[in-house]
C-alpha cells in the first residue's frame, strides 16, 4: 500500500511475477501503475506490505538488486550533448558485466547514430537508448513505464522488437502501459489496475473470454436511441452499453446479432448513421468492469 496526503495511490495490491514471463499492468492514467512499478524498482517506499524482487528486498539486499536489475522511467532524461556511444558507454561502466556497446547499439538498431547527439534523436530513438541503457548490465529483470507512450506505429514496433529479443533469452519483462493492443501483443499475463486496486488478473486471452463475447458492434441511429432491454434481446447480445449518443453491443454471435440489428432499426422507423464492429480487446475488458473507456481517463 502506498497513501499520499490526499489520495490513496496503491490500495492493497497481491501480485506475483515469474520468472521468463512479460507481464502488464494495465490502466489508466492515474490507476496506480507507476507508483507501484517505482516501489518495486526502489525508488518509493511503501508504506505496508511486503516487496520482493528476485527473492531479494530493497531493504537488505540493494546493491544485489541494482546490479540484477534494468530499469526504464517514464521519462528518462540523458545529457542531450553526449553522443550515444558515450551515453551507452557511461552506463555500461556501472556494472561488472554486461554486453559491448557495439552490443547494445545492435540489440536496440542504432549502430548508425553512434556519433549523433542524444538531443538530435527521434522520440523513438532515444525510447530505445533508454532502453539500451537499462541492458547495460544484463539484468535478470526488466522494467518498463510506459515505453511507447507518444511513439509513432513504426518506433513502437521497432521497440516491441527490442523487447522480443529480451524475452526470447528467457529474462523477465514487467512493464506499465495504457495501450491495450500493446499488452496484447507482448505480454504472457496482464493485470488491470483502476483507482489504486488490481481489478482483474489473467492472460489476454482470459480476460477477453471473460467477458462473454468474442466480438463487439458500435452503432448509432438516427433520432431516439431505442431502449437497452429491447437491444438485449437481440440474438447473441450480451452486454449492452451507451457511450455519448453511440451504442455498444458485446455479442458472441456477430453473424446473427447484425442482420438482427438491423431489422430492428428498420422496424423502428431509423437509420443507422454509423455502424462499426470489431474483436473483442482488453480496452473493452476495461469497459465491461468500469463502465468507462480508457480514453475517458
Not at 495490491?13 to 521468463?20: K, Q
Not at 511486503?50 to 531479494?56: A, E, H, I, S
Request: one cysteine or more; charged letters at 25%; a negative charge.
Amino acid at each position: 500500500m502506498k497513501r499520499y496526503p490526499d489520495v490513496v495511490a496503491v490500495a492493497g495490491l497481491d501480485l506475483d511475477v515469474g520468472r521468463g514471463e512479460c507481464f502488464g499492468l494495465l490502466g489508466p492514467n492515474g490507476a496506480g501503475k507507476t507508483t507501484t512499478i517505482e516501489i518495486l524498482e526502489g525508488l518509493l517506499d511503501q508504506d505496508e506490505g511486503d516487496v520482493r524482487v528476485l527473492g531479494l528486498s530493497w531493504h537488505g539486499d540493494r546493491a544485489e538488486l541494482r546490479r540484477r536489475l534494468g530499469v526504464q522511467l517514464q521519462e528518462t532524461q540523458l545529457a542531450d550533448k553526449l553522443t550515444v556511444g558515450e551515453t551507452l558507454r557511461i552506463f555500461r561502466s556501472f556494472f561488472a558485466d554486461g554486453p559491448t556497446v557495439d552490443e547494445l547499439l545492435d540489440v536496440v538498431e542504432l549502430g548508425a547514430k553512434r556519433a549523433s547527439w542524444v538531443g538530435k534523436l527521434s522520440g523513438g530513438q532515444k525510447q530505445r537508448l533508454a532502453v539500451a541503457c537499462a541492458l547495460a548490465g544484463r539484468p535478470e529483470l526488466l522494467f518498463l513505464d510506459e515505453p511507447t507512450t507518444g511513439l509513432d506505429p513504426q518506433s513502437r514496433r521497432q521497440l516491441w522488437d527490442v523487447l522480443g529479443r529480451f524475452r526470447a533469452e528467457g529474462r523477465t519483462i514487467l512493464l506499465t502501459t495504457h495501450y491495450m493492443d500493446e499488452a496484447h501483443a507482448l505480454c504472457d499475463r496482464v493485470g488491470i489496475m483502476d483507482k489504486g486496486t488490481l481489478i482483474a488478473l489473467g492472460t489476454p486471452r482470459e480476460l477477453v473470454a471473460s467477458i462473454g463475447a468474442e466480438h463487439v458492434v458500435e452503432f448509432a441511429v438516427t433520432g431516439a436511441a431505442p431502449a437497452s432491454d429491447a437491444l438485449r434481446a437481440l440474438p447473441g447480445v450480451r452486454d449492452v452499453r451507451v457511450d455519448d449518443g453511440r451504442l455498444s453491443l458485446a455479442t458472441s454471435e456477430l453473424h446473427e446479432t447484425v442482420p438482427a440489428l438491423l431489422d430492428f432499426v428498420r422496424g423502428r422507423g431509423a437509420a443507422l448513421s454509423s455502424l462499426v464492429t470489431h474483436s473483442a480487446t482488453l480496452e473493452d475488458v476495461f469497459v465491461s468492469l468500469t463502465g468507462r473507456h480508457l480514453r475517458d481517463e
